[in-house]
């Protein structure tokens, strides 16, 4: 029964040395883990001298959209994870999806193929996003993302740039309006 009490006294001897030579924040080494989405509207660029449906030479064409400025408004969500931008781990492109607005008949049987490319100040143009088979029918598109990029230096920025090329096989109706929503996903640490 002694040798209990003293081996119990022993074990709290030994944690309170322990933990008060330790010194515990949990805090500090918490990830952020976070989706963070922006959603913009783009217009098909039209195609000169062409008309609405009729099919294009054997093979189609490539038609590249203008590059879109995005505020990334990075600021703001470095201070509402209480990080900074040297404590980003990495940011890739979680996901990035096409979706027609109007007109309402219009759907992407036109496209063969799309891609999105970022860019940034003082940074290369990547690609980030990709579709190369496209279903007949479909009004919205998810495209296959390449995470591998790490996008920190991008997202760190106050604008970057997409912009979406693809191959069209038809010509779309003028003013073909489309959302693209952008999600990112951001790794960091917590300032400590």
């Known amino acids: 029964m002694i040798m209990r009490k003293i081996a119990g006294i022993m074990v709290v001897a030994m944690v309170f040395t322990l933990t008060s030579c330790i010194k515990i924040n949990p805090i500090t080494n918490l ?3 976070v989706n963070i989405p922006y959603s913009q509207q783009v217009t098909v660029p039209q195609v000169a001298g062409d008309t609405f449906g009729v099919a294009l030479p054997a093979g189609g064409i490539a038609l590249s959209f203008p590059s879109t400025p995005l505020a990334t408004n990075s600021q703001t969500y470095i201070t509402q994870y209480n990080t900074s931008a040297d404590k980003i781990v990495e940011v890739d492109l979680d996901s990035f999806a096409l979706q027609i607005l109007s007109p309402a008949s219009q759907n992407f049987d ?16 990547v690609l980030v996003a990709y579709s190369y088979s496209i279903a007949k029918g479909q ?17 760190i920025q106050d604008t970057l740039y997409l912009r979406i090329s693809t191959h069209i096989n038809a010509i779309p109706a003028t003013g073909t309006q489309i959302n693209s929503k952008t999600i990112f996903h951001m790794l960091a640490n917590l300032l400590g």
């Open 31 to 33: 990830n952020i883990n």
């Open 110 to 125: 036109f496209l063969d193929s799309v891609q999105l490319y970022i860019s940034a100040p003082s940074q290369p143009e």
């Open 139 to 155: 009004t919205t598109l998810n495209l296959n993302t390449i995470t591998s990029v790490n996008l920190k230096n991008y997202f």
